[in-house]
Structure formats: structure tokens, C-alpha cells
């Protein structure tokens, strides 16, 4: 069966980076566009960006733009978000997700956690 498996989070300085894997299994990872969310406490989950299936292009949530990179190799049916410029703001569980034939998948969400 279809799983995300997010992994790569934790406690960093604002300003620091952290980068987050997300390990999918059980569908044929390289056809689907693949996303990341973020769920603070609190607050509605919101879409980070997202990558499409070549890796070819990218979107951003406008927060995020400039700071995030999503990035994926298709090889090891992995998909990766580069953080730079954390700002405290920036706290909350991130999950990744995909759609397959109108359904959708999450992870279980790691947390990253931005405090001095």
C-alpha cells in the first residue's frame, strides 16, 4: 500500500536550515506530483510547494518563497524540502502527500520546531 514517511526534523535556530525527507513506497513514485504541507499549532494545515513528476518544476506558498526548495530523485523515490532562513513562524508539523487516482496520501508529519 501507498506510504510517506517524512523524517529530517527537529530543533533549529531562527535562521538556521534543516532539510526533510519524505521516503515513498508501494505506487510508482516518479508519475506523481508530490507536495508538501504544514500544520502549525493551532492553525490549518497549508500547502508549503510542491514538485512535479520530472522535477523539472516547482510552486511555493508565497511564505515560503525564496527560503524553500523542494527538490526529488526519482531514483530512491524520495522527495526532499531544503529550509533556509527559518523564522520561528516556521514551527509546525510538515507532511508530505501525493494524489493517485483521487485519493490522498499523507505521512505521518515530523516536526520541526524554530526557538532560540
Known amino acids: 500500500q501507498v506510504q510517506l514517511v517524512e523524517s529530517g526534523g527537529g530543533l533549529v535556530q531562527p535562521g538556521g536550515s534543516l532539510r526533510l525527507s519524505c521516503a515513498a513506497s508501494?505506487?510508482?513514485?516518479?508519475?506523481?506530483?508530490m507536495r508538501w504541507y504544514r500544520q502549525a499549532p493551532g492553525k490549518e494545515r497549508e500547502l508549503v510547494g510542491g514538485?512535479?513528476?520530472?522535477?523539472?518544476?516547482?510552486n511555493y506558498g508565497d511564505s515560503m518563497k525564496g527560503r524553500f526548495t523542494i527538490s526529488r530523485d526519482n531514483a530512491k523515490n524520495t522527495v526532499y524540502l531544503q529550509m533556509n532562513s527559518l523564522k520561528p513562524e516556521d514551527t509546525a508539523v510538515y507532511y508530505c502527500?501525493?494524489?493517485?487516482?483521487?485519493?490522498?496520501?499523507w505521512g505521518k508529519g515530523t516536526l520541526v520546531t524554530v526557538s532560540s
Open positions: 502527500n501525493t494524489v493517485r487516482f483521487g485519493m490522498e496520501y
Open positions: 508501494g505506487f510508482t513514485f516518479s508519475v506523481y506530483v
Open positions: 514538485i512535479n513528476s520530472s522535477g523539472g518544476s516547482t
